[in-house]
């Protein structure tokens, strides 16, 4: 479970997040969507603690994050998984050590990694691929190379930032399938976009931030009026403004 009680952020020139208040159960799948700059990077750098809310309290779990030691934080993060637009995949290493990096790094034991990387790169689609570099896979091979690693260790939150958006719609499309494949298997997804076409055909919850604010929340369509170019195509973890 996550939730936002009142939670503010100011930086020095514009509006983080202000008084916002959100509820995110566990097995959701929710669309974070929105313009640039609206706060959508706020509010995810907020549940990962890379940012401190100026008031308000943010809960993740048992734990309420804006409490959390320097020393709590990797415990934290340990139960969120991120995947991101550029896919961020270590360019010397093969899709099984790029997988087994993330387990490597919560010193799971060589048999463990031996056994779950496999079954992981199964679960994603590319069990055939665990021998190849980053420059050897497509776009879409590299994209679940990244969801493998993001899961391994069984993150209760996947953080989605713009999965899709190096992705021609086919691809999009199987991307966006293994997503809810593994939202059903019960890890809550948070998905930041601006795909339009994705978010109206999934027909899942969607939180729309403006200005700081949520502006809607409901189970349905994208269902923002401003021109799409607006949104940009940055991922929205790029900038503290976004």
């Keep these: 479970m996550i939730e936002y009680e009142k939670v ?24 974070l969507v929105g313009p640039s700059g609206a706060g959508k990077s706020t509010f995810i750098k907020l549940m990962l603690k890379e940012l401190d809310a100026d008031s308000g309290v943010i809960r993740f779990g048992d734990m309420e994050v804006g ?13 969120i998984g991120i995947v991101f637009q550029d896919f961020r995949l270590l360019p010397k290493k093969t899709a099984f050590e790029n997988v087994a990096f993330a387990m490597e790094i919560v010193h799971c034991t060589r048999r463990t990694i031996k056994r779950q990387v496999p079954q992981v790169l199964e679960l994603v689609g590319i069990k055939d691929k665990g021998d190849k570099y980053p420059d050897e896979l497509s776009a879409g091979e590299q994209q679940r190379v990244a969801i493998a690693r993001a899961i391994v260790n069984n993150p209760a939150v996947l953080i989605a930032d713009e ?10 499309w199987g991307i966006m399938r293994l997503l809810e494949r593994i939202n059903n298997r019960g890890t809550t997804v948070v998905m930041v976009t601006h795909a339009k076409d ?22 349905g369509s994208y269902g923002y009026d401003h021109n799409l170019s607006s949104l940009g195509e940055k991922g929205a973890l790029g900038s503290y403004g976004d």
């Design 8 to 31: 503010t952020k100011y930086y020095k020139t514009n509006v983080g997040l202000e008084d916002v208040s959100v509820r995110i159960e566990n097995g959701d799948f929710v669309f």
């Design 67 to 79: 409490k959390l030691s320097n020393r709590e934080v990797p415990m934290l993060r340990r139960g």
């Design 163 to 172: 999965p899709t958006g190096n992705l021609d719609p086919d691809t999009a």
């Design 198 to 219: 994705i978010v109206d055909r999934m027909n899942k919850r969607v939180i729309a931030i403006e200005n700081g604010k949520i502006i809607r929340d409901d189970v």
